[in-house]
């Protein structure tokens, strides 16, 4: 019996087929959009189409296999895939002598073409098949925009080491040390210590500190020997330590450590700024010279290189994870409704200010939307945004999150650990759900919120730290606290400013823009062109109740763009997926009549629409496709009030 081979396009696909995807299609979607690998990937989609053999190929100058499962080596042929990808068609071949193989197009940014072979493979699948490869495009684009990502922070690390003469490192504190320890070899002292020059707060931080608990000091910018280098922008050597007054002997008495001699010169960045001071202490033969100076002014043009270089470097690593973790989020706020309009007001003022807001909301408003809102329309939005989500933060790690540890701290601190608080210096710290943070979390939280200095887990060292807090949370706070599971004092403190989001239901006029919002991005996403809703699909996402709000809305939308196969957006498209909550409208309770169920449902139903419509009943009525006096007598049989579905 000769091969058999079948081919079909992505316009040949069933109307039926387009309208009303498989359940275990959709499900099948959903997993593709969540896995973070190829293996991963692939596995899924094996595991779907019940075959052993799953490959992906990708072209660049030949076809080169870029991920697999099973045994596909051999099965097909380039020209094979490249006749696949040019037709944009789906083909299967059913030859008795090998197992069924399915080529399907893969649509990227890089040409590629996904293979299925098993027994269990026969020409049904053709379809499936072309939807998922639409899917897995989406999902290559997105890792290979992330690799990218990653290659632009390796080339900038490359060309930063030619600057970074001494140190590889991408954090700042570790380069200072290795700068410290290779200039106090090179220049012959028995240590030397970096001090970064904090204008705003007026204050220098040295490191390393040694024999200071943390590695770190911090004083004032006019107090002592390298206050005057500050000051005067000139070097100052010292002799005969103890017997200047300039020098603060505090740091020896903690330490144990005897300065005899010193020196500082200031350090200066490319264009003449004083970033600090440079310094050196206790000369291992003599006293420091004039030479010593010259050495030191030297060595200090190319640590002020590499130490600007690195926090560059470690602002780009920082602003990369940010990047990461805001993946497919929305950075401003949508909606046109009276409650959206007052929001984007309220946080364009508050933007401006550094006061402390808790923002209030059902999960999936948008309360972290509004806290980056928050961020980026105010004076901080050049430094960092941290988020961090307390409900996820055991109490035994949300210290060390928060505050960082140091080394040796605890059995599993095998180095210095940076928290939140460090990383979002300058910026905006944003606290998701605050309600499900431990007392002890609370209390330790305060006392930072009050004193705006932390010490790290196992560390003496008090670090000053300059970063708005963002609260957020979903629970009932003033509840809480009366019941003794939130700090009075702590939610005062948060409290400051509260911004309470309305959940999506409370705010019909938004879901329409909200979703076509969604849309036409994710169309964009997706390479197609943009889907319009027929208006019975726009009635059907008007009436659902949205217990996932936002949110739910957003990944509908999503779905929507990559597996709706009609050239408009149907009822049958709209897969909703059903709350673990039960809905009132949704459920209407086992043991009753059906005329009393059916009363049920028409009165909750009028209520909806005219909520949707704003308390117009005009409005509802055509929305019902009611005449307005049909309406009321409908509401008169039901035994209903017009205040009593007004909203």
Known sequence: MAEETRWLSWNELPWLQRSAPAAPLLRLGERLLRSDSLSEILADIAAEFGVPNCGLFVRDERWTKL?????????????????????????VSMDPEQSPVILTPVPSHRQAVLLLSGNRLDPSQLSEALVIGRLLARRLDQFEERKALEARAVRLRSTLELARKFAGETETQKLLERLAEESARLLGSDR???????????QLVACPALGVPGGKLFIPDNRGIVGEVIQHRKPVLVDDAYSDSRFDQSVDKKSGYRTRNLLAVPLWDAEGNCLGAFELINKLNGDFTDDDILALEDFSIQAATAIVNTQELENLLRSNQQLFELVGREGRIVGESAAMVAQRTTIERLAQTDLPVLILGESGVGKEVAAQALHQQGTRAKQPFIAVNCAALAETLLESELFGHEKGAFTDAQSTHIGKFELAEGGTLFLDEIGDMSLGGQAKLLRVLEQKVITRVGGTQTIPVNVRV?????????????????RQDLYYRLSVVTLEIPPLRERPEDILSLGKHFLEKFCRDANRKPLPMSPEAEKRLQMHGWPGNVRELRNLMERIAFLCVGDRVEVDDLAFILSPKKDAFDDLSDGIGLTEATNRFQMEYIKRAVKRMGGNMSDAAEFLGLHRSNLYRKMRQLGMEVDDVKP
């Open 67 to 91: 991920a697999a499962r099973g045994d596909v080596e051999g099965t097909i042929s380039g020209p094979l895939m490249t006749d696949v990808m040019d037709r944009d068609a789906a083909r």
């Open 192 to 202: 030397a210590s970096i001090f970064i020059w904090d204008q705003e707060k007026h």
């Open 470 to 486: 963002i609260a957020a949370t979903n629970a009932n706070l003033p509840e809480k606290v009366r019941d003794k599971e939130f």
